[in-house]
C-alpha cells in the first residue's frame, strides 16, 4: 500500500500521483506531458516574470530573456528577431557574379558581393587574372593552362562528376578516383572545352585506355600535321 504522505498534486491537471519522499518537495507534475503543457501556457506573452522560466524549464534552459529589449529569445541574444531586424535593416543586392538576389544586413552587405562561395571564387579569378595578377610575368603562361587552372574548368568537372553519378561509364566503378575526360580532344576542339555533352566520367584505368589519352593524343596531332590536314574545330 502507498502512503498518502508520498502523494502530490499535478499543477497541470490537478491528478494525484506517487512521488519519491525526496523529490516530494521538488516534483510538480505527474508526467512530461503536463510539464510541456504547463511550459507552453508561460511562454505566451512578453511580460513573462523571470521566475517563470526557471520554474517550468530548469537551470538548462535554452530560452531568457534579451538583454536590451528584454523579450523572450534564445539565451544569450542582445535581441529579439523582430527587434533586431527592426534596428538593422536588411538591404537586397545582386551576386556580383550570377545576378541573383540576395538579402544582407547593412554589415554584411559591405562585406559580402557574392550569393555563395562558388561565385565568389569565380570572382576573384577573374579579379587576379592576366596583368591585375601579382604573378603577372608579361602573359608568359599558354592560354590551355589558364583555362585548365581557372574556377570554370573545376565547375564544368563537378558536374559532369554529378550528373554520372561519381560512376565511371565504363566499368561501373563507384567513387574512388576519378578523372573527367573530354570525349573530343582538349587541343583539337577548345569550343567544347566546357561543354557538358562532351564530358564523362571515368576511373583512370579505364581513361588510360581512351583514344586521345596523353601520348595517343600528341601522335594523332603529329599525324595530322605531318599529313598537313590538321584543323582546330571551332564548334
Request: overall charge positive; some cysteine.
Amino acid at each position: 500500500m502507498l502512503e498518502k504522505s508520498n502523494e502530490s498534486t499535478c499543477q497541470t491537471c490537478g491528478k494525484f500521483y506517487y512521488v519519491k519522499p525526496s523529490r516530494k518537495k521538488i516534483s510538480k507534475f505527474c508526467s512530461y506531458d503536463c510539464k510541456n503543457t504547463d511550459a507552453s501556457i508561460n511562454q505566451r506573452g512578453r511580460a513573462m516574470p523571470h521566475g517563470c522560466i526557471k520554474e517550468a524549464f530548469g537551470d538548462h534552459t535554452r530560452m531568457s530573456f534579451a538583454k536590451k529589449c528584454g523579450h523572450l529569445t534564445k539565451k544569450g541574444r542582445s535581441y529579439c528577431a523582430r527587434c533586431r531586424d527592426n534596428l538593422y535593416p536588411k538591404h537586397v543586392i545582386n551576386c556580383e557574379t550570377c545576378g541573383k538576389k540576395i538579402t544582407l544586413t547593412n554589415s554584411e552587405a559591405k562585406k559580402y558581393k557574392c550569393c555563395s562561395l562558388e561565385c565568389r571564387n569565380v570572382q576573384i579569378s577573374k579579379r587576379q587574372q592576366g596583368e591585375k595578377s601579382h604573378l603577372w610575368r608579361g602573359g608568359i603562361t599558354e592560354a590551355s593552362r589558364i583555362q585548365r587552372n581557372s574556377a570554370e574548368y573545376d565547375n564544368w568537372r563537378k558536374a559532369v562528376f554529378e550528373r554520372d553519378g561519381y560512376t565511371c561509364q565504363h566499368c561501373g566503378q563507384i567513387g574512388g578516383k576519378l578523372c573527367a575526360d573530354h570525349i573530343k580532344e582538349w587541343s583539337l576542339y577548345p569550343a567544347l572545352r566546357f561543354d557538358l555533352d562532351n564530358g564523362r566520367t571515368l576511373c583512370y584505368p579505364c581513361h588510360h585506355k581512351t583514344e586521345n589519352f596523353g601520348y595517343r593524343a600528341y601522335e594523332k596531332i603529329r599525324k595530322l600535321e605531318v599529313s598537313g590536314t590538321l584543323q582546330y574545330r571551332l564548334l
